[in-house]
T-cell receptor
Framework: GAVVSQHPSWVICKSGTSVKIECRSL??????MFWYRQFPKQSLMLMAT?????????EQGVEKDKFLINHASLTLSTLTVTSAHPEDSSFYIC??????????????FGPGTRLTVL | GQQLNQSPQSMFIQEGEDVSMNCTSS?????WLWYKQDPGEGPVLLIA?????ELTSNGRLTAQFGITRKDSFLNISASIPSDVGIYFC?????????FGAGTTVTVRA
């Protein structure tokens, strides 16, 4: 149980294009999903918190117009990197918090999406 | 988020050895989580701790929630090559997770 998938697992795009990453909770409902970015040899940095049916909450320093988040259902959240540039190249990871989980703090992570912007 | 200080930053160990890493915080946490991340993958939850003083095992892994609620440690006994990876401690705060910087474990066969 508690499986989170991401698609695609990797993507290479040209500078200026937009890229959409999907995050799905496969066997549970997630009212809240989180989007992280991880640079090589660094820890996970939270970008935004996505709540089903409402606007995402972005962390300080994260541009909401650049990183568009949509959480349309209890099992799907999407992150769109708009007008991507090489500095956006990173490993993007989503996580989901189970609706009826044991602890509100416990999150289950997707396998990540490697974005490379040329 | 809250700052978690994780140490050591990295370690090289011999197969069969025991490994210990810890995490401290200036703030109190009600939950401590330990994750492992393999290269190119997302973190996988290893152990969750919910009560101060709690000692929990998961196979060769043992983790403890410090009495002060400001620290936790993770032990790996009899390490094997597949223990290679990055281990992160994490604590929830306001429904968000704060992560330690990670401990990179490399096992020599």
């Amino acid at each position: 149980g508690a499986v989170v998938s991401q698609h695609p697992s990797w993507v290479i795009c040209k500078s200026g294009t937009s890229v959409k990453i999907e995050c799905r909770s496969l066997d549970f409902q997630a009212t809240t999903m989180f989007w992280y970015r991880q640079f090589p040899k660094q820890s996970l940095m939270l970008m935004a918190t996505s709540n089903e049916g409402s606007k995402a909450t972005y962390e300080q320093g994260v541009e909401k117009d650049k990183f568009l988040i949509n959480h349309a259902s209890l099992t799907l959240s999407t992150l769109t990197v708009t007008s991507a540039h090489p500095e956006d190249s990173s490993f993007y990871i989503c996580s989901a918090r189970e609706l009826a989980g044991v602890s509100f703090g416990e999150q289950f992570f997707g396998p990540g999406t490697r974005l490379t912007v040329l | 988020g809250q700052q978690l200080n994780q140490s050591p930053q990295s370690m090289f160990i011999q197969e069969g050895e025991d490994v210990s890493m810890n995490c401290t915080s200036s703030s109190i946490f009600n939950t401590w989580l330990w994750y492992k991340q393999d290269p190119g993958e997302g973190p996988v939850l290893l152990i969750a701790l919910y009560k101060a003083g709690e000692l929990t095992s998961n196979g060769r892994l043992t983790a403890q929630f410090g009495i002060t609620r400001k620290d936790s440690f993770l032990n790996i006994s009899a390490s094997i090559p597949s223990d290679v990876g990055i281990y992160f401690c994490a604590g929830p705060h306001d429904y968000k997770l704060s992560f330690g910087a990670g401990t990179t474990v490399t096992v020599r066969a």
